[in-house]
């Protein structure tokens, strides 16, 4: 079992910065992580995915550029920097884990491929 915990959100200026944090515990095996993000009204959304050999990453459109996924192998925690905030990235956002070793967008941006979530952390980006 991994447990996922977020912490960083906040709210926050349009063009602010936040950094939100993602502290994986418990049995600690997995291949990559993943940041989604959920809107009232909406569904959930891949943001960015990392992995933990290598530090491969991905990032949705809409945030690169913008967003970077970072990963400490040592501390078991995964970050999502956050810069030039817009209004619509307003959101929960949540971490997640997965097992499996495949690496292409389609999957990693599939929350279906992700065992584990964490419990969300709110960000609130005012204009």
Same mark, same amino acid.
């Given at each position: 079992?991994?447990? &996922?915990?977020?912490?960083?959100?906040? &709210?926050?200026? +349009?063009?602010?910065? &936040?950094?939100?944090?993602?502290? +994986?515990?418990?049995?600690?095996?997995? !291949? #990559?992580?993943?940041?989604?993000?959920? #809107?009232?009204?909406?569904?959930?959304?891949?943001? +960015?995915?990392?992995?933990?050999?290598?530090?491969?990453?991905?990032?949705?459109?809409?945030?690169?550029?913008?967003?970077?996924?970072?990963?400490?192998? +040592?501390? !078991?925690?995964? @970050? &999502?920097?956050? !810069?030039?905030?817009?209004?619509?990235?307003?959101?929960?956002? @949540?971490? #997640? #884990?997965?097992?499996?070793?495949?690496?292409?967008?389609?999957?990693?941006? !599939?929350?279906?491929?992700?065992? @584990?979530?964490?419990?969300?952390?709110?960000?609130?980006?005012?204009?």
């Amino acid at each position: 079992q991994v447990q &996922l915990v977020e912490s960083g959100g906040g &709210l926050v200026q +349009a063009g602010g910065s &936040l950094r939100l944090s993602c502290a +994986a515990s418990g049995r600690t095996f997995s !291949n #990559a992580m993943g940041w989604f993000r959920q #809107a009232p009204g909406k569904e959930r959304e891949f943001v +960015a995915g990392i992995r933990w050999s290598g530090g491969n990453t991905y990032y949705e459109d809409s945030v690169k550029g913008r967003f970077t996924i970072s990963r400490d192998n +040592a501390k !078991n925690t995964v @970050y &999502l920097q956050m !810069n030039s905030l817009k209004p619509e990235d307003t959101a929960v956002y @949540y971490c #997640a #884990a997965r097992h499996g070793s495949s690496w292409f967008q389609g999957i990693v941006s !599939n929350a279906h491929e992700y065992h @584990y979530w964490g419990q969300g952390t709110q960000v609130t980006v005012s204009s």
